[in-house]
């Protein structure tokens, strides 16, 4: 079991999604916020699309190698005093942690931002199991007083709006005087800052994601902006790191060059304010760290994306630019996608992860625009990738039956071009005929999903191969024109 | 972006192929003319093969064995021609970019598709990178926006094209609107099966073209067009929808797309 699936209601989500007021006006701030900030970010750094390639190239060089980068990984961070535990799936990943967190007799556990740990629904197994988990990213810490789910990758609460934050706040913590004022977005802040610093104190163990591992050291890396992700792994008794392999890079330099795209394609920062390296427990005369350091590695299907053409995906370094970007992520935002993995980046993930009977409609909910494309650090092909995936559904007739017989009809008129001549032919003037000189539809029976919101234009009322083939006789007749032949009968 | 590189010595009177693309022709046969005009105004002698439909709605729906059909089709039909050209950005940059693709695991034609695809050619990135021309010598007064289509733009290259032709049409003034590069939320079936998001972004589409000020917009692709006027004419907007092309070939009498068929008015902001 990994965290819940509502993908299959895909549209259902969507429907909501675009009748829910408050959330389309959060989804409003993007057009002008994330992409306009990319944009000068990449503008501003001459070797921005030189550094996208070379991104692409060390994670296509680490994916070709990922075996040996994982022994060197793993006997790097043994040699500096932690512990590697691969886990298969989410299953595993869940029991490794919680029997960690059991071992070290822990109450509290803070965690800071993971998707690992949304994708796998490690909050709910650590609570069924005992244990307080405490998030720290302040987006996280908001959408776990609420019980709700990231709804982007890197702002895991952006479909709520300042207010709402507020209201929630007001209702959970109690003990604060009623009248302070919270109408600051920074003092919303602070606010979780102050009811979060008992729990970095008390905690017993500290979970983290990790945005690279690196081979060569045994090192694991994180970026934030708050800053709450180092009191996380160096407060408590362990620092649990919980990644998925395909997070390994081979060396610093590799990382340092990742870390260049990373944050600038996500907020359009040069690079975050916490850039955070951690390598092995606790020294004999370190000033502070963990006494113990795990790193749980996840599979989760990934292993099994590896020569195939989803190999691609797993370059991913989730820096959100292809949400961002996505006209259909900006109309319904993350939660309608219906798993941990929303916009583009989602649309290919999730059925490689979930399986595509589950996650089908998210591959075909997509115009093809390629602007995630454009803007991917490394340059992850996703239209193509969703394509595939359509490949994939038509070949297992999962494609709804609807559209396998439109298509096969379609196919079969244009398979024949002098029959489908005949057929535009009567079908512009039918339907031009139909709309008696108003120049559009207001209602089309095979085509409702277009005309609910808008007209659909009506034809001339012949085709252009018809026209142009009278032409052409009209002009045999009179004796040719040059400059103009045709073939068209 | 990828642009096409234009071949060092272009034919003197090359013999151009118009791929005229099948909502085209079945839908606004005036913009197969428009690009007609343009085309021999340029010095091209045009010829237009028998043709129905480069495959890009089977490839799209996952439907390879379809869409190959047809592509093979279209690869014979134009086979003897110089160029192949097509007033859209989407069916130029199906075959441009993805017939490669679409047999690159087939010896046999795999070669005959990358020849087929280098040769093919958007309209108005034809006739300025290949053909030289920066004066389309035509009027059309008014003010106009201009959108750019996803395909066009981020397959094909074309951003610089249509705003130079259309920089030389006198009397015409353009405006940009903000965020002419987002999609307008056609997407081929996208537009039918997932119809309620698709509105919702050409609801976005329809406010920046509207903030524009300007009374006409245009675009390179018809499917796009058709997504925009429908809104707009949802909205009983006055705003006139138009083929870059029909501009670009002075078709002022022709009425803007969704528009009413009399009277012929057309003129930008007389709608
Ligand atoms: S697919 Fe590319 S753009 Fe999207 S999150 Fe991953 S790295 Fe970023």
């Given at each position: 079991m990994t965290a819940a699936i509502t993908s299959p209601a895909f549209r259902e989500n969507a429907h909501q999604a675009l009748e829910d007021k408050q959330l389309q006006a959060v989804l409003g701030t993007m057009r002008t916020g994330f992409s306009v900030k990319r944009a000068e970010a990449a503008a501003a750094l001459p070797e921005f699309e030189a550094l996208r390639d070379s991104a692409r190239d060390i994670k296509n060089h680490t994916l070709a190698h990922l075996d040996l980068y994982l022994e060197q990984y793993e006997a790097k961070v043994t040699a500096s005093g932690g512990h590697v535990h691969y886990a298969r799936d989410a299953a595993e990943a869940r029991r490794i942690v919680a029997d960690i967190c059991r071992d070290l007799g822990a109450k509290t556990v803070t965690k800071g931002k993971s998707m690992i740990s949304e994708e796998i629904g490690l909050n709910d197994h650590l609570e069924r199991e005992g244990f307080t988990p405490v998030e720290t990213d302040l987006g996280e810490y908001i959408i776990q007083l609420r019980h709700e789910t990231p709804s982007h990758i890197i702002a895991p609460a952006f479909h709520l709006s300042a207010a709402q934050v507020e209201q929630d706040f007001r209702r959970v913590h109690t003990q604060l005087p009623p009248e302070r004022d919270l109408s600051e977005p920074v003092s919303l802040l602070n606010e979780a800052r102050q009811m979060l610093r008992q729990h970095f104190l008390a905690a017993d163990v500290g979970i983290t994601g990790a945005n690279f591992l690196i081979a060569e050291t045994g090192t694991s890396v994180i970026v934030t902006n708050e800053g709450n992700g180092d009191l996380t792994q160096t407060l408590p008794k362990a620092h649990i790191v919980l990644a998925s392999l395909e997070k390994l890079v081979p060396t610093l330099d590799d990382c340092a060059q990742m870390l260049r795209v990373l944050a600038r394609s996500a907020t359009g920062q040069d690079s975050s304010v916490y850039t955070t390296f951690s390598t092995g427990p606790r020294r004999a005369g370190d000033a502070d760290g963990p006494g113990a350091y795990h790193v749980v590695l996840l599979d989760n299907g990934r292993t099994g994306m590896l020569g195939t053409s989803f190999q691609e995906m797993l370059r991913c370094i989730r820096c959100g630019a292809c949400m961002n970007h996505c006209p259909v992520y900006q109309a319904v935002g993350g939660h309608a996608y219906g798993w941990t993995y929303p916009g583009p980046m989602g649309s290919v993930l999730t059925p490689s992860l979930i399986g595509v009977e589950k996650g089908g409609h998210l591959p075909n909910a997509?115009?093809?625009?390629g602007r995630c494309e454009s803007v991917c650090p490394v340059r992850i092909p996703l239209p193509k990738l969703m394509r595939h995936w359509r490949e994939k559904e038509f070949e297992r007739h999962l494609t709804p039956a609807t559209t396998r017989s439109g298509l096969a009809l379609w196919g079969f008129f244009a398979r024949r071009p002098w029959l489908y001549r005949q057929a535009t032919r009567l079908g512009a003037a039918t339907l031009a005929l139909a709309a008696r000189g108003r120049g559009k539809f207001a209602a089309l029976p095979f085509a409702s999903g277009w005309t609910q919101g808008r007209d659909f234009p009506a034809p001339e009322g012949r085709t252009f191969q018809a026209m142009w083939a009278a032409e052409a006789g009209k002009r045999r007749r009179a004796g040719g024109k040059p400059g103009a032949k045709e073939q068209n009968p | 972006m990828p642009q096409q590189t234009a071949p060092r010595n272009p034919p003197q009177q090359p013999r151009v192929g118009l791929f005229v693309t099948c909502l085209v022709d079945l839908m606004r046969p005036s913009v197969g003319f428009a690009a007609a005009k343009l085309l021999q105004d340029a010095g091209c002698h045009v010829e237009v093969p028998a043709q129905t439909c480069c495959g890009q709605p089977a490839f799209n729906s996952g439907d390879r064995a379809t869409a190959a059909d047809l592509a093979r089709a279209m690869i014979r039909a134009f086979s003897h021609l110089d160029y192949v050209v097509a007033p859209s950005g989407s069916c130029a940059g199906m075959v441009r970019r993805h017939y490669p693709e679409l047999f690159a695991d087939d010896p046999d034609l795999r070669g005959k598709a990358n020849a087929f695809a280098e040769k093919t050619w958007e309209l108005t990135s034809f006739l300025v990178d290949v053909m030289g021309v920066s004066d389309v010598n035509a009027s059309f007064d008014g003010v106009a926006t201009y959108h750019d289509s996803c395909a066009g733009l981020r397959e094909m290259g074309v951003q610089a094209q249509p705003r130079k032709l259309l920089g030389s049409v006198r009397g015409l003034k353009l405006v940009e609107m903000e965020g002419s590069d987002v999609c307008c939320g056609f997407g081929g079936t996208f537009a039918v099966k997932y119809g309620e998001i698709s509105n919702a972004i050409v609801s976005e589409k329809a406010a920046r073209i509207s903030e524009s000020g300007a009374p006409m917009v245009l675009a390179g692709d018809l499917g796009c067009l058709m997504n925009m006027a429908g809104k707009l004419s949802r909205q009983n907007s006055a705003t006139a929808v138009r083929h870059v092309a029909e501009v670009l070939a002075g078709m002022d009498d022709l009425p803007p797309i969704a528009a009413p068929a009399a009277p012929a008015t057309g003129k930008p902001g007389a709608a």
């Open positions: 997509s115009t093809f625009c | -």
